[in-house]
T-cell receptor, first 115, second 109 residues
Framework: DSGVTQTPKHLITATGQRVTLRCSPR?????VYWYQQSLDQGLQFLIQ???????AKGNILERFSAQQFPDLHSELNLSSLELGDSALYFC??????????????FGSGTRLTVV | QKEVEQDPGPLSVPEGAIVSLNCTYS??????FMWYRQYSRKGPELLMY????GNKEDGRFTAQVDKSSKYISLFIRDSQPSDSATYLC?????????FGSGTKLNVKP
């Protein structure tokens, strides 16, 4: 167990719908990162939050948004879902605001299937 | 061109073989290089990391970076069936990590 908890593990939903993915970082970690992993694009950085504030943005679509709450858990909201949004969504956490030189700890992911 | 390129495989080897996994990267400013291992239905876990050029060894694993050719390698000696996983190389600039798409390795008993 990496200490990063993601729920749900699996999600099946229809096109046009909205879903929320949840992440609890490792104890003591203040930064949360969201990644999308698909077969053709690999692991793509979406967004980073540090202690409740957005810190860095990657290839995140406008239909997607995230937030980090005072208890440091984070939610990734995906709306107007399309078939192409089907992917594994990973959350990772680290202690500091700057990305660790050597990476961070990933959760087990949420597998989203849009039908 | 993607920042980090990796052959997706799959790569199938017999138990005990030496495995060579490779990546190329495009940004000469990259200084930190990582290898992650991802088992099926799990998140990536950091396996090894190196700074700048050179080799780093950890047990059966050796990570190698050649900055002159922008080439990253991971060698696995005496490969075991438990090494069967997807291996992702990664590098970073100031603010972001860039991952390869992963090479799927299958070590046959």
């Amino acid at each position: 167990d990496s200490g990063v908890t993601q729920t749900p593990k699996h999600l099946i939903t229809a096109t046009g719908q909205r879903v929320t993915l949840r992440c609890s970082p490792r104890s003591g970690d203040l930064s949360v990162y969201w990644y999308q992993q698909s077969l053709d694009q690999g692991l793509q950085f979406l967004i980073q939050y540090y202690n409740g504030e957005e810190r860095a943005k990657g290839n995140i679509l406008e239909r997607f948004s995230a937030q980090q709450f005072p208890d440091l858990h984070s939610e990734l909201n995906l709306s107007s879902l399309e078939l192409g949004d089907s992917a594994l969504y990973f959350c990772a956490s680290s202690v500091g605001s700057r990305q660790s030189n050597y990476g961070y700890t990933f959760g087990s992911g949420t597998r989203l299937t849009v039908v | 061109q993607k920042e980090v390129e990796q052959d997706p495989g799959p790569l199938s080897v017999p138990e005990g073989a030496i495995v060579s996994l490779n990546c190329t990267y495009s940004n000469s400013a990259f200084q930190y290089f990582m290898w992650y291992r991802q088992y099926s239905r799990k998140g990536p876990e950091l396996l090894m990391y190196t700074y700048s050029s050179g080799n780093k060894e950890d047990g059966r694993f050796t990570a190698q970076v050649d900055k002159s050719s922008k080439y990253i390698s991971l060698f696995i000696r005496d490969s075991q069936p438990s090494d069967s996983a997807t291996y992702l190389c990664a590098s970073r600039d100031f603010n972001k990590f860039y991952f390869g798409s992963g090479t799927k390795l299958n070590v046959k008993p």
